[in-house]
């Protein structure tokens, strides 16, 4: 267990704890202990949610708040144009620091707008999903969508911290919970066999009440993030494979509001390792094991709509290069590689 905690001067005790690109850091621990200590002494606005407010209200009235809207359709200008307006009122200045508390909509947004509002104030997460913990607060990009289309608009910029407290993610749905795991999954494919090995081992169901087990499995799929981010911090080469599966989940997001973002990348990871099945670059064993894991956390493995329709989404996907993308196939399950591939020999190995 050693090698998965780290101290670091002026934190609590023994905490997991990773820094990246020597200018934010990501911790997981008792938001209690760690929100004192990483927060700067300077004025905070909190951007955060309805929902968060009704489960946190005594840490967010603390500060001068701002709430959005549920879900991505919040995701939007209108969105951004109500928050900049609200700072103005708040005469929030370059000194502000922006704390997003919630999940990957309420980092998004808080993300994007401190990058931007005054041409940049410094921002910090509290994540309080289990999608947000492993994906979303996590790596540096900040977006909006753009009619129905996956951060459009958006930036590169690191928060000065992401705190991960894995006692929050008891108050989510289980479906909420089970849309995180399918990033913790999509991590070990990409770069950790030993935790996909874990997953396969524990019990999903009793898991987030193992807070111990839960601490381990959410620092180690944020590493294997942090890992990539820290080597490719703008998606110029190895950051392309924090995106397996991610082509197609943002074609079924697209595309049909039948499945959030978990359920579409649970699908888009089942589809891919067929998909690199029959490119020759994957086994069937290895494609197997990654589908019977996703089906025991109780993901569904069919798009909710025809194959054409979603590949007519992915001509449109934000990262085509004219009529080249970039595709991740799974090599191993904790191995991956980029293939740039045209847009109709993808469609090939995919129908």
């Not at 008891?170 to 990409?190: D, H, W």
Request: glycine share 8%; aromatic share 6%.
């Amino acid at each position: 267990m050693c090698y998965f905690c780290s101290t670091i001067q002026g934190l609590v005790s023994m905490k997991y704890v990773i820094n990246i690109k020597d200018r934010s850091k990501v911790v997981v621990g008792n938001l209690a202990e760690l929100l004192p200590q990483l927060l700067p002494s300077k004025r905070v606005i909190v951007i955060t949610d309805c929902n968060i407010d009704r489960h946190y209200h005594k840490l967010i009235e603390q500060y001068d708040y701002i709430l959005i809207g549920l879900g991505e359709t919040s995701k939007t200008w209108h969105t951004l144009d109500l928050v900049y307006r609200r700072l103005i009122e708040l005469n929030a200045d370059r000194s502000t620091f922006i704390l997003g508390i919630g999940g990957g909509i309420v980092t998004d947004i808080a993300g994007f707008v401190a990058s931007t509002y005054m041409r940049g104030i410094e921002f910090g997460f509290v994540s309080t999903t289990l999608l947000g913990q492993v994906d979303a607060s996590v790596g540096g990009k900040n977006g909006v969508n753009m009619d129905g289309y996956k951060n459009m608009i958006g930036t590169f910029n690191q928060p000065s911290f992401v705190i991960c407290d894995v006692d929050m993610l008891s108050t989510l749905p289980k479906r909420e919970f089970r849309t995180g795991l399918a990033e913790v999954i999509k991590a070990g494919i990409i770069a950790d066999r030993e935790l996909f090995s874990i997953l396969e081992q524990c019990d999903l169901d009793s898991l987030v009440k193992n807070h111990e087990l839960l601490s381990e499995i959410v620092f180690r799929a944020i590493k294997v993030k942090a890992d990539i981010v820290e080597r490719d911090e703008h998606e110029s080469g190895d950051r392309r494979k924090l995106n397996l599966g991610h082509t197609l989940a943002h074609a079924i997001e697209k595309c049909s509001s039948k499945m959030n973002r978990g359920e579409a990348v649970a699908v888009g990871l089942s589809l891919i390792s067929d998909a690199a099945v029959r490119n020759g670059v994957f086994s069937e064993a290895e494609r197997d094991r990654i589908k019977s894991l996703l089906l025991r956390v109780g993901f569904e493995l069919e798009p909710p709509i025809e194959m054409r329709y979603l590949l007519n989404a992915v001509k449109k996907d934000k990262k085509n290069e004219g009529n080249q993308i970039h595709i991740i196939f799974p090599t191993n399950i904790g191995a991956c590689e980029a293939k740039p591939m045209l847009i109709e020999e993808f469609k090939a190995l995919i129908v």
